[in-house]
């Protein structure tokens, strides 16, 4: 199976930057489209940006502006970049993929472990 790892995360004041990695630990997989998501203390959670294997990009309004999602030329790792961070910006933050085994034709999605990002006041 995929294992997703995520790290990068950390406490930091409002204003401060962070960026988020999230590696494949198999080389033999193919991942299609890349994700980040979040979930605040009480809350659901919510998608914040994704990448597909082609570049395209999408963000929640939250984050536009403020976030910044890309991947690797091998597509195994994708990076958030968040700028002007702000205290409702402090959750747990997941990688998730969507990809296959080389040689598999179906597809399935992937989810790391999660890593914190706590932004104060």
């Known amino acids: 199976q995929v294992l997703l790892v995520e790290s990068g995360g950390g406490s930091v004041q409002a204003g401060g930057s962070l960026r988020l990695s999230c590696a494949a630990s198999?080389?033999?997989?193919?991942?299609?489209?890349m994700a980040w998501y979040r979930q605040a203390p009480g809350k659901q959670r919510v998608l914040v940006a994704t990448i597909t294997s082609g570049g395209s990009t999408t963000y929640a309004d939250s984050v536009k502006g403020r976030f910044t999602i890309s991947r690797d030329n091998a597509g195994n790792t994708v990076y958030l970049q968040m700028e002007s961070l702000k205290p409702e910006d402090t959750a747990v933050y997941y990688c998730?993929?969507?990809?296959?085994?080389?040689?598999?034709?179906?597809?399935?999605?992937?989810w790391g472990r999660g890593t914190q990002v706590t932004v104060s006041s």
């Open positions: 198999r080389n033999d997989f193919i991942i299609n489209t």
């Open positions: 998730a993929a969507n990809g296959r085994r080389a040689g598999v034709m179906i597809t399935r999605d992937y």
